[in-house]
């Protein structure tokens, strides 16, 4: 897995949390598994860990993985080198 630096890791956060508002569907799930809220949303994407659960959740779901690479134009293993470069322990699942 390449690397990336802290500042890409939080743009591209940024941005998958920003598809992710996007989505009817999904983002009352990712409310619901965080406990965060609508109005917390905007204090959040100044928060690295925020934005670590972000991508932590997108990583739970292959199909979310994809969905969102697609919709922020990168590629499918970006959102999981954007997780190792922020705080926090990111999953392992092997």
């Known amino acids: 897995m390449q690397s990336m630096d802290r500042e890409a890791a939080e743009t591209l956060a940024l941005r998958a949390l920003g598809w ?30 925020f934005l670590a659960s972000v991508l932590d959740f997108l990583l739970m779901d292959d199909a979310w993985v994809m969905a969102c690479a697609d919709g922020i134009g990168c590629a499918y293993p970006a959102l999981a080198t954007a997780r190792a470069a922020l705080p926090g322990a990111a999953p392992h699942w092997t």
């Open 20 to 49: 992710l508002v996007g989505q009817d569907d999904l983002l009352p799930v990712f409310l619901g598994s965080t406990g965060a809220g609508l109005d917390s949303l905007a204090a959040g994407a100044r928060d690295p860990v």
